[in-house]
């Protein structure tokens, strides 16, 4: 039976696997102990749960268990990952190399640090799929560079960037390379060495694990990375992060990591049945819908799509119960369209007709056809009513329209 609404939003956050929080409920109660608690029983059976979690985030992206630190999420991490080398590798210089389509919580990272005087910050452009080019980075590095930062995988269209090829650069040239590896956990392979990543952003509540508990990846040899703390404290995580532990959500975030590494194969290849199933269904029964992102280098649950002449937010609100994103982002007074979408150089009403499909774990067949449905119909009404559709449909074009009353 098809419950509604539909979550078809998987990049904000997915829902917490029943088999995690089965995990994490005896260290809300029973188990209790602070794993900092060096002399009594609670603590030691704490730290053993919180070290095992350790292991299994390690072992789905390659990493030994001493180089994940734990944070409160992946804002953290980045925040600490690019403020935390930027402080450390003052001496050597001060610049960075990032990418425009980087999520808020690096660009935001960025943008303070050179507010500061602290940092000059290169955005490379991206290609009309979001895809930065590794010849850009390369030409990008100064010797005043101390940290390339450049996400796997882009939570608005999906697209995986050649990660190893810019950590081939990046390690030729002696420049730590942080990467934001949210949205790709689990769901395409990572591995730190053989992609040359040297500090990593991942967030639990991405992989059906809880909000609130994150991991920055630092890497301890060749070459060993150091950073300088954004919170003091009592010295927990070998001094990079300070602050009791989250045991229930780390506990959980370990899971999470488990049972993603074992099944992420045929998860991958249900999930990308799935969206071309949706894909398909939608160009069928409509005109004049355009992708975006990389056709084939995107993410197995991804699928983000323009559907000219309608307002993203409109459609939204017209299929309110299945709950899916628009690149239109409502911040304060303006509805300003989508920068990533902008950044693949589409216009204005193309990016504000955007939709993003976010398929995940828990989605079914029926729920796909349930959506194709319900979006192509509402797709239709909104564009019948639509005079600019009408004139579009009787060959006027749009563009050389003079609007002004005479
Ligand atoms: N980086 C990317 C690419 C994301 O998609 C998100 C999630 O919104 C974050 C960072 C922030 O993660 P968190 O919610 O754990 O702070």
Redesign the pocket.
């Known amino acids: 039976m098809l419950k509604l609404p539909i979550y078809m939003d998987n990049?904000?956050t997915t829902r917490v696997d029943p088999r995690v929080v089965d995990a994490m409920l005896p260290y809300f109660s029973e188990k209790f102990g602070n794993a900092a608690s060096r002399n009594h029983s609670f603590g030691w059976e704490a730290e053993e749960a919180v070290e095992k979690a350790r292991g299994q985030i390690a072992a789905i992206i390659g990493a030994k268990s001493k180089e994940i630190i734990f944070t409160s999420?992946?804002?953290?991490s980045?925040n600490l990952a690019i403020k935390g080398v930027v402080d450390f590798y003052k001496d050597k210089g001060n610049h960075i190399v990032t990418c425009v389509t980087e999520?808020k919580?690096v660009l935001d990272s960025c943008r303070a640090l050179e507010r500061a005087g602290r940092a000059t910050v290169t955005y490379l452009p991206v290609d009309k799929y979001g895809m930065v080019d590794p010849d850009e980075v390369r030409k990008a590095i100064t010797d005043k560079t101390v940290l390339v930062t450049i996400?796997f995988a882009n939570?608005e269209i999906g697209t995986i960037h050649p990660i190893a090829e810019i950590g081939k650069i990046t390690r030729e040239k002696g420049v730590v390379f942080h990467c934001?590896a949210?949205?790709a956990i689990g769901k395409v392979p990572v591995d730190v060495d053989r992609c040359g990543i040297d500090l990593m952003?991942l967030?639990a509540?991405?992989l059906y694990g809880p909000k609130g508990v994150?991991a920055l990846y630092v890497r301890s040899k060749g070459p060993r990375v150091r950073l300088t703390p954004i919170i003091d404290g009592g010295g927990h995580e070998r001094g990079m992060r300070s602050g009791t532990l989250n045991v229930p959500g780390i506990v959980g975030f370990g899971a999470a990591c488990e049972i993603a590494q074992r099944e992420m194969t045929d998860e991958a290849a249900r999930l990308v049945e799935l969206r071309t199933r949706l894909q398909a269904g939608l160009f069928e029964r409509l005109e004049d819908v355009y992708l975006n992102g990389h056709p084939t280098e995107r993410l197995p649950g991804n699928l983000n799509l323009s559907f000219a002449y309608v307002e993203g937010e409109s459609l939204l609100m017209g299929i309110n119960d299945v709950a899916v994103s628009s690149g239109s982002a409502c911040t304060s007074a303006t509805l300003e369209p989508s920068y990533v979408i902008r950044a693949l150089g589409i216009d204005e009403e193309l990016a504000h007709s955007s939709i993003r499909f976010g398929l995940g774990r828990f989605n079914t067949a029926e729920e796909i056809d349930f959506v194709t449905e319900r979006v192509s119909g509402e797709v239709k009404r909104l564009r019948d009513m639509s005079p600019l559709y009408e004139m579009a449909k009787e060959g006027i074009d749009l563009k050389s329209v003079n609007w002004k009353a005479d």
Do not use: P, Y
């Open positions: 990049h904000a999420g992946a804002t953290e980045d999520h919580a996400m939570n934001d949210v949205q952003s967030t509540h991405k994150g």
